[in-house]
């Protein structure tokens, strides 16, 4: 019996499309969390080189503040990075990270909040003399350039994973490196007082959070 050309047409096909494929590297969580956290560092050492740390994280006797927002602005990020990357993987559940690293960075505002009620409570007006436009500014371009390090490394992994949900995606991203970039920013800042960190740091988050979110869904997009 004859061989229909065309089937050996399709045949040949077949083993064309075959030979051009070559085995891909699984995407795991695991590596996106060590690639979050090696970026971090990296921005912590950028903000060393550039601006230097504070005398006392320098000797590892950092002032109160500094470890209190320091803990929430590294432990709200890391707990958003995680919810990132899940919602950047088909099948995984983000809300219980998502939730948990709201509400730990959610005592910034509230702390801001508090601060204004004590205020009108005694009758006296809050502090806001160390507020400055050149040092708020300056806590807005570090924080923002630290989290643009982090978050266009993120975009590379998150590419390959594929997301669906492209602007959830780029909310969580862009809040998960907005306070890994202002924790960078936090180990050089002088200020050690109440109504900078709650007023100031909250802001350049915001500011970080909006970039990233519209810059990251191009990016993944195939």
Partial sequence: MSRDPDESSIEQTIEALVGDLRPVVPVRLWRGMILGLGLTALSVGGVWLTFGLRPDVLTMHPAPIVIARGAALLAGGLALLVAALRAALPGR????????????????????????????VARQRPNFAEIQPFLGMRCLGVSLAASLLIGGGLAAWMRRAAPTDLARAGWLTGWAVAALGTFAYSLFCPSQTMAFMTAVYPTAMLLAAIVIRFAIPPLLRW
């Fill in 93 to 120: 559940a983000d809300q219980g990270a998502t939730t948990l690293g709201t509400m730990i960075l959610g005592i910034l505002p509230i702390g801001l909040m508090g601060l204004l009620l004590d205020g009108i």
